[in-house]
């Protein structure tokens, strides 16, 4: 059967890719993905065909690695961190539904555990991943989900927390968020996870108001537990007092 597989390359650097993941790559005739991505796994695959299209392409991406494959090429979809957490799993398997094609997902290390490890252990205890890109999502629900969050004292991990046009967003979700949670919240931020440029800082939730995200930020907001240990961000689950 014609094959297509959806795979999470991680955070960009190599050594942070799976096995699995490497192992599709390798085994593959054509890769499709966004430019960004691409760039990324290039050089470890430069004799593979390319598939690439510009952001907010995703369904015209799916449609051509998908045509590929029922040609009878062997197709690997890729996704920054997990193909399944904001990736391109769901509308590959959405569009390939009814067609002679196997659909293999291959899990990817996520930008929330990724980044939780360059920060230290910020998501120990229950948490909630969040985007806070409106493209797909209306606002009013992700700032219904935030206050969610904030009342149910969740550490948060955050998501595409700002751009050009949303340059103001991480400023509304900390507001949000201080409605419930003390502004002096243990709170932290990774840039360029695994990548060149990679740093992090660990802040309050009022200093973190304040911060000049970009796309490549995540960012993470600690519950009414989490500590800076040792200019580490710590969410204790409770073992000290057992």
């Known amino acids: 059967m014609n094959k297509l597989y959806v795979v999470g390359i991680g955070p960009g650097a190599p050594d942070q890719m799976t096995g699995r993941a490497m192992e599709a790559l390798r085994s593959v005739d054509v890769i499709a993905g966004y430019g960004v ?3 990324l796994v290039k050089p470890l695959f430069p004799d593979k065909e390319y598939l690439v299209t510009p952001m907010r392409r995703e369904v015209d991406r799916c449609r051509m690695a998908i045509d590929a494959a029922m040609e009878g090429r062997t197709v690997a979809m890729i996704s920054s961190g997990d193909a399944g957490v904001y990736g391109m799993a769901g509308l590959c398997l959405e569009l390939a539904a009814g067609l002679e094609l196997e659909v293999e997902v291959i899990p990817g290390v996520t930008a929330a555990l990724s980044g939780g490890a360059v920060l230290g252990a910020p998501l120990t205890h229950d948490f909630a991943v969040i985007s806070l890109s409106d493209l797909l999502t209306p606002w009013e ?3 219904k989900r935030l206050e969610l969050a904030g009342e149910a004292d969740l550490c948060v991990a955050l998501y595409n927390p700002s751009s050009h046009r949303r340059s103001d967003y991480l400023q509304k979700a900390c507001d949000i968020l201080m409605r419930h949670v003390s502004p002096d ?5 990774v840039r360029n996870i695994g990548r060149e440029g990679e740093e ?11 911060y000049q995200a970009d796309m490549f930020t995540t960012v993470f907001i600690g519950n009414s537990q989490t500590r800076a240990v040792n200019g580490k961000m710590v969410t204790p689950r409770g073992y000290k007092d057992v």
């Open 185 to 189: 919240t243990v709170c932290g931020i």
């Open 37 to 39: 991505y691409v760039q």
């Open 200 to 210: 992090y800082k660990v802040m309050k939730l009022s200093e973190l108001r304040e």
């Open 141 to 143: 629900k992700i700032e």
